[in-house]
Each structure stands twice: as C-alpha cells, then as structure tokens.
C-alpha cells in the first residue's frame, strides 16, 4: 500500500482534535474559577477597605506578572509530565512523594475553604438583590443555603456548567466590567483622571507583600486549566497559550478596575468609600451615570459569576479527593465514580457536608458572613494555595535542575527561579502580616492559626506518606502519576504496573 | 469476539442505553477492537505501544479494516492515543458488526430534533443470546470452570472499565470475582495486561475530567 507523505495533521490527530478543546475553552475553563466579576465586585473593595492602601491596582498587575513568570515553568513541566492531577502532583514529580503527599494535604483545605468562603458571598449579594429587587428581607443565610443545594445537587449529578454557558456568561462579565470601567474613568473625582494610583513608588510600602495574596487569591483557578491537558487539542501549545491569557486577562481587567474604582472615587477617598459600600462600590460609582438596567444586570452577572466560582471550586475539590482516591492516598471510595455519570460521589458529599457544617455554625454564631466568612476564608484559602504555589515553583526548579529535556534555559531555569524568589518573599510577607489582613489584633491567636494549620497538615501528610512507604510500596510509588500514570490502583490487577514512558520518568527521579 | 460480547454487556438489553458513561464504553469497546487484534496474533504491546506483528487481514471486516488503520498510521504507537482515537465511534462501529451478524437490530428513536440510532436485541432470541453473554461469565467464575482466553480478557475489561455489577450481580459474586482477578490478570499474555491497565487509566481520565 503505497502511503504519500502526509502534509499537516493525519487522520487519527484529526479525529482526536475535533473532539477537544481549543485555546478559548480552556481559557475560559480557568477564569471560570478565578471568576473576575466576582473578584473585581468583591475583593478589590474588600482589599482596599481591609489593607487602606491605594496601591491595589498596581498589586494586580505585579501579582498577574508574577504569576505569569510562574507559569512559564509551571506550563514547561506540564509538557513532561501527563496526568490529570494539579499541584500535589508537581509538587511530588519536583521534590519527591513525601513533600506531595504534604502538599496534597495542604491543597485539601485550602481549596475547601475557598469554596466555603464564596458561600460567604453569595449569600450577602443574594440578599440584597432580594431587598432592592422584591423588597423581601431574607438573611445571608437562606441563600447561602440554595446556593449550597444547588452545588451539592449539581456536584453530585457532576455537571459542570458546559463551556458555551461559562463563555457566554463571562463574555458578557468581562463587557460589564469594560463599561463600568470606562464610565468610572470619563467620570473622575474632581474632573481630573489621578494617575497616583498606578505610581510604582507604592510598591515599596510595606503592606504591599500582604495584598499581594489577596490579590494572588483572585487568580486561584488558572492552573486547573493544566487539568485539560488531556483534553486539548494540542497539549504542548494550547495549554501554554491558554495558561497565560488565564493569568493575564484576569490581571489586566481586574488592575484597570481597582485603578478605574480609585480614579472615579478619588484617591484619598476610596479607603472609606470601600468601607462603606463593599460590595456595592462600583454599583455605587457607576450607577448614576448608568442605565438602572445596566445596574441590574451587574448585580444578577455578580450572582451567576459567584455560583460559577462556587461550582468551579466545588468541582476542583471533588476531582482533587478524586485523584488522591484513585492514587489510594485517601481511602479507596473517593476514588470511585459513578459508572454511569462518572461522578466522583464520595468527594462530592463530603465537600457538600463540611460546606453545610461551616454555614450552619457560622449562622448559629452569627458571625458576620461577609467579613469573617467570606473575606477569612478566602484569605486562609488563599494563603494555602499561596502555599502550594511557593512550592511547585521549588518544585518546577528541582525538576528541570536535573535535566533540562531540551527546554531553554529561560523556561527550564531563569523564569522558575524568579517565580521561586518572587514567590518566597510574598509568602513570607503574607505569613507574618496575616493578622493585619483579617484585622485582628496583635495577641489574637488567628495571627497564627491559619499558618499553624497548614504547618499541621503538612506534618502529618510527611507522616503518613513515610507510613506508606513502609507498609505499602507499591502504593506509594504511584503517587503523583496521576489516573493516567499510575495505571493499576491496588492489586485487583495481580502484576505490577509496567513501566512506560510515564513511569520510567518517574522512577528516574525517585 | 471480544468487543461484541462487551457491546451486549455494556448496554442495557431493554433500552439499548450504554451502562456506563458513554466515554467509558467507548473506550471499554476500543479496548475490545485492540484485544481482539492481539487474540489474533496480529497486535503486541510493549511499554505502552502498539507493534504489528503479521500483516496478514483478519477474517473479520472490522479487525481488517482496523489493521489496516494501524499499518497505515505508524507515526501513532500508543495505546493511550488508540483507546482514544477508536473510542469516538467504537460503538457504532460494534453495532454494526453485530447488526451484520444478526445479533442485534436497529432501533431509531426521535428526539427532540434529532433521530439517534442504536443497535440492541430486539427478538426473545436475540435478547437470551445477548442476556447469555453475562450470565456466561457469571456462571464460570462462581462454578470455578475454566475459561477461555477470550473470556478473561473480557473479565478484566468489565472490572476495568466498571461494569462489574451489571455481569455479578450479588455482593457474594462480585467478592468472588474481586478475588479471581488476579489470577485471571496473571494468565493473561503481557500485551493484553497492558491494554486491560490503560483501559483502565483512560477509563479513569476520562471520568475525571468530567466532560460529556
């Protein structure tokens, strides 16, 4: 049979391109949990009434560039290694299996709390549509609760909104977001635009390191598009591609809005105003110079972008228990999909339980839903992916140290040592001004707790990962190979796995 | 055949719907297609590749035409990258070999705006042969009978692929079967161990990511 040479992409790339996903879908399927209307409506005004410094917009382009540089590295290892797992699975690849067994149960909390913590939101966002919409006053808590039924319904079922709604709903935050912005800035304090915000100068004001994590905190959710790898049309580029627009769209829109916020409040007025608008800031500025249409809009895009966050972060818990199911790291039940949905169940119902646990005793305690729930939580979250980040950095250096596996030296050694010292001092500014960021006081013991958690959850991980290793070796070996790497889960297969490609990269670094 | 014997285990004998999530089928019937073309001797597998051993068509059409795929696309070694690739349109493939051979007939539903065809059994002697195939196994393995190679290597799919409540129905069984496994997976040759182990592994990648 005579075969001509083929030009372009055969028949069986071609097959299996049609059916995935292209650079947009993935981009998309990472902002998705970085959700920017929820970050720009939510966090910036909390960033700058709980800090009191106007250098926020300048923090999310010094964050988005520090996060880029991270994923120049972070994509790069991504091309080596195939598995569906996130962090942890770096991080074991780079530093071995004990620091990622450590890593998997900091990623565990963390991601929880965040997702717990967006609860915290919705609720508050909820009801206040109701007041101005209905005039009916419903408190946080009720609809913290539909939203939680809805999540625990939809994760259960395993529905993740599908790329077409999540893009349509975003195209349409983002053009939200683009109108305030610009109405903010042609309506400025004092008729004149305050380039202030943006002096550089400010990044040498000492609170500066401490918002950069809350400003990190609003990325959260670009490195699940690595998950897709498989699902890519071109693993090598599109991921790569479509990482960097995750870090960078989210970093430009949210900077140009602090910036917008503080230009049309004026800079010596935003702190306060924060303070007494949260959320209803950039409704507040914009609004009278907006159709009332355009106001409302806002308010329902914050809600659908809050429970698409919400429904986001559910999904990476569940499929993070998953992988460390299926890996035997967590009992083996969280690593069992329903064969027909193929819906990671246990993971599911657990994250579901813990999130009614923490709304039923947050609303038992009334403790203040916006503050404490939803401002701390994602603070400790982020702290924990904040974490997790310092340490694939670490990781993405020590795996590329060994060899390089024919990357450039700027992918395989410059950007990632950056990121690793970029990411070091953040993390070591965030650790000891903590307790500024949550606002309390020098003796409260939250200075420490949050930080104290995490250190005893990698502990423990450390423990019980050296407990595998002893009793069970062959389990242990295929930590962090992901579903696809490590390809017999216990010994219902008799032999061992066979070493392939994958596995024999692995082992190489064992 | 293999994979036909998987196409009647894994969809439902009365609604014709896939058991399993139809990504999870789709490659369990991959699997079959491949699995078949190493029973022939036609197909080994080596640290996760696919080598032609004989050139020689097989007498089935499908298992041709699959072979003469793999002869033509040489750059593509991977089992992964097969499973993957045939598992798009492995069940109508099946489907209509089946159809080909009587055993099942086609059975067009009207949706909303689509019509979508699928091939069950239809006559009672369709549906006892096709019923025949599980209880088959079931029957084997509780009987502790011998099986033939086809049969295990059918076992380790429906347990890779999840399908093992719909061929052991009772706990008692499924512990059985739990329990054979690895004996079944120790006679099997090496090939078709490694295509029952990245069935398994694309089975799971599929279900985590989580996209119809």
């Known amino acids: 049979m005579a075969r001509t040479a083929l030009t372009g992409p055969d028949i069986v790339t071609r097959g299996l391109a049609g059916n995935r996903l292209g650079v947009p879908s993935v981009v998309f399927f990472g902002v998705a949990g970085a959700a920017p209307l929820t970050v720009i409506l939510g966090s910036i005004p909390t960033i700058y009434a709980v800090v009191g410094n106007t250098a926020v917009p300048l923090v999310y382009f010094v964050a988005a560039l520090i996060l880029s540089l991270f994923t120049v590295g972070f994509v790069a290892m991504s091309r080596h290694i195939v598995n569906s797992g996130a962090f942890y699975s ?24 965040m997702q717990i913590g967006l609860f915290g939101l919705f609720g508050v966002v909820a009801s206040g549509i109701m007041e101005t919409a209905a005039g009916v006053k419903v408190s946080w808590f009720p609809c913290a609760l539909v939203a939680w039924l809805l999540v625990a319904v939809l994760g259960t079922l395993w529905v993740d909104l599908s790329g077409k709604v ?32 943006l002096a550089p100068a400010q990044l040498l004001t ?44 989210p970093g430009l829109l949210c900077g140009v809005s602090a910036w917008a916020m503080a230009v049309s409040a004026g800079s010596a007025n935003i702190v306060q105003s924060s303070k007494d608008n949260t959320t209803d800031l950039v409704f507040q500025l914009a609004g009278p110079y907006v159709p009332t249409a355009l106001v409302d809009i806002g308010y329902v895009l914050l809600l659908t972008s809050v429970f698409a966050a919400l429904l986001a972060f ?23 999909a329903h064969p027909r949905t193929g819906a990671p169940l246990a993971g599911s119902i657990t994250q579901s339980v813990l999130a009614l646990g923490v709304l039923v005793v947050y609303y038992l305690t ?24 310092w340490a694939t950095s670490l990781a993405v250096v020590g795996f590329f140290v060994r060899r390089r596996r024919k990357e450039n030296v700027w992918r395989a050694r410059i950007a990632p040592l950056l990121a690793f010292l970029l990411l070091t001092a953040v993390l070591g500014a965030t650790i000891i001004g903590l307790g500024e960021l949550l606002q309390v006081d020098a003796g409260s013991p939250f200075n420490w707790l949050f930080t104290t958690v995490y250190a005893v959850c990698a502990t423990f991980g450390v423990g019980y990962a050296l407990i595998m290793r002893g009793a069970r070796p062959d389990v242990y070996a295929g930590i962090g190979r992901g579903t696809e790497g490590f390809v017999v889960p216990e010994s219902v297969f008799g032999r061992p796995a066979h070493l392939h490609k994958v596995t024999a990269d692995v082992a190489h670094h064992a | 055949m293999l994979a036909n014997s998987y196409y009647l285990i894994a969809h439902d004998d009365r ?21 078949e073309l190493m029973l022939f001797g036609r197909l080994r597998a080596m640290t996760g590749e696919l080598f032609i051993v004989s050139q020689e068509p097989p007498g089935d059409s499908l298992s041709h035409t699959l072979l003469d795929l793999l002869i033509a696309q040489p750059q593509h070694k991977e089992i992964r990258t097969w499973l993957a690739y ?17 055993v099942v007939e086609p059975v067009t539903r009207r949706k909303l705006l689509s019509a979508q065809t699928t091939y ?16 088959r196994l079931a029957e084997a393995l509780g009987r502790r009978r011998s099986m033939n190679l086809t049969d295990r290597v059918l076992t380790a799919l429906i347990v890779a692929t999840g399908l093992t409540r719909y061929v052991f129905f009772s706990p008692q069984q499924q512990r059985d079967c739990m329990q054979n496994m690895p004996g079944i997976m120790n006679s099997l040759p090496d090939d078709l161990v490694q295509l029952v182990q990245y069935t398994e592994a694309a089975v799971g990648s599929a279900l985590a990511a989580g996209r119809r």
């Open chain 2, 86 to 102: 045939l598992s798009q349109d492995a069940a109508d493939q099946v489907g209509e070999r089946l159809l080909r051979a009587g």
């Open chain 2, 120 to 135: 069950m059994p239809v006559t009672p002697d369709q549906r006892n042969a096709a019923a025949w195939e599980s209880i």
């Open chain 1, 206 to 249: 000492p609170e500066v390191a401490a918002m950069l994590v809350l400003a990190i905190s609003g990325f959260v959710g670009f490195e699940a598009t690595v998950v897709l790898s498989e699902e890519a049309k071109d693993p090598k580029k599109t991921i790569g591609r479509a990482t960097h627009w995750a870090v960078l769209l």
């Open chain 2, 15 to 35: 609604t014709g719907r896939s058991r399993l999530h139809p990504r999870a089928t789709g490659i369990g019937l991959a699997a079959g297609l491949l699995g």
């Open chain 1, 90 to 113: 770096y991080i074991s690849h780079g530093l071995g299996r004990v620091i990622g067994v450590a890593a998997a149960f900091i990623a565990l909390p963390a991601y929880a709390a």
């Open chain 1, 314 to 336: 559910h999904t990476a818990v569940t499929r993070y228990q998953f992988a460390l199911g299926r890996e035997r790291v967590l009992p083996r039940l969280w690593g069992v």
């Open chain 1, 166 to 197: 999540l893009a349509v709903l975003l195209t349409v935050e983002i053009l939200i977001v683009l109108i305030y912005d610009a109405v903010m800035l042609a309506h400025p304090f004092h008729g004149h635009v305050d380039l202030a915000p």
């Open chain 1, 366 to 389: 009334k403790t203040d839903p916006l503050v404490h729930l939803f401002a701390w939580l994602t603070v400790a979250g982020g702290l924990g992916v904040l974490i997790l980040m």
